[in-house]
């Protein structure tokens, strides 16, 4: 009896080129390609249609006693092929399922969050090996594996999490849209605990001078408007030459926030002083009610990384 279900079986299978297959339910199958002695093999699904055509789907190669996991993965594909709810079947890397993310944020009118996702995933996702992986093939180890290197890049624990909270959240929408792949390989895979505790660490007068100083001129400015308004990063980023009113009775900037899951933008005003009056002027000279007040060194809207 030929069989696939475990290693031994597998390595006295016979080489050849047409693949062993292990039913797993009418139309449904699990296969193996065995190819050389000695040599790992190759996993792959097929499924029949309700016009009696064949469609097959590569699972990867066999890496030992493994059986189990190419189950996991045939059933997940399977699903997706045939149990969509009417979607229409999406493969494609998770940088693409990342993409599909913003754009559905887009689509909901979170023009801001979608340019802070791409941003991120641009450096997280796009930049490493996670990014070119297909979503079919994605597993639990992937994604530990792709958090580790964050953490061995010097990230905090917080901006881990922070980084994984987004992954999640677009693998999630991914599945949702169409995507073949398996949830399991993310959800099961844990925040980093006690991360996200405050920290009462403050720069002193000299630590802000020393880095201001050690900045580009671009970043100095920024860092200035920082120290004047005490505004958060992200806010500051966010702002318009329209959200400046040079009023000279009293000029304000204004910022926005959502606190929370799905929170309401909330303005608030920050009152400036004489100081910031000047520096606020400056930044927005000949700029357009719509462009960003603050601009990096490549003259974009500074990123909330």
């Known amino acids: 009896m030929q069989r ?16 062993y297959w292990h039913k797993l339910e009418t139309g449904r199958y699990l296969g193996y390609r065995h190819t050389a ?35 996991r993965r045939a059933e997940a594909w399977l699903k997706a ?24 944020l887009e689509n909901l009118g979170r023009t801001s969050t979608a340019t802070e996702a791409r941003s991120r995933f641009k450096q997280v996702v796009n930049g490493d090996r996670i990014g070119k992986l297909q979503m079919i093939d994605l597993n639990r180890a992937d994604i530990v594996n792709w958090r580790d290197r964050l953490k061995s890049d010097k990230r905090g624990p917080s901006a881990v999490n922070r980084q994984l909270r987004s992954l999640k959240a677009a693998l999630n929408k991914a599945i949702r849209i ?8 993310w959800q099961t895979v844990e925040a980093i605990p006690n991360a ?32 004047h308004t005490a505004a958060r990063p992200g806010e500051l980023a966010r702002t318009t030459r329209a959200d400046f009113d040079a009023n000279p009775k009293q000029p304000t900037l204004t910022v926005r926030s959502a606190k929370g899951r799905g929170g309401k933008v909330r303005p608030r005003s ?36």
């Open 178 to 185: 169409g995507y073949a792949g398996n949830p399991v390989a």
């Open 37 to 71: 002695k000695g040599t790992p093999g190759y996993w792959l699904v097929r499924y029949r249609d309700g016009d009696g055509k064949q469609h097959h789907h590569p699972l990867g190669q066999s890496t030992g006693d493994d059986f189990d996991n190419a189950k």
């Open 270 to 305: 920050i009152p400036l002083t004489a100081a910031a009056l000047a520096l606020f002027t400056t930044a927005g000279k000949n700029k357009l009610p719509g462009a960003p007040l603050f601009t990096s060194i490549e003259g974009t809207a500074w990123s909330t990384m």
């Open 81 to 104: 092929m045939t149990g969509g709810g009417g979607l229409a079947v999406i493969t494609g890397t998770v940088a693409a399922a990342c993409e599909d993310y913003a754009k559905e």
């Open 196 to 227: 996200e505790r405050s920290r009462d660490v403050f720069l002193a007068a000299q630590d802000r001078h020393d880095l201001h100083d050690a900045s580009g001129p671009e970043l100095r400015v920024f860092l200035l408007a920082l120290f």
């Open 4 to 19: 696939i279900d475990t290693k031994t079986g597998r390595d006295r299978l016979p080489v050849r080129r047409d693949p």
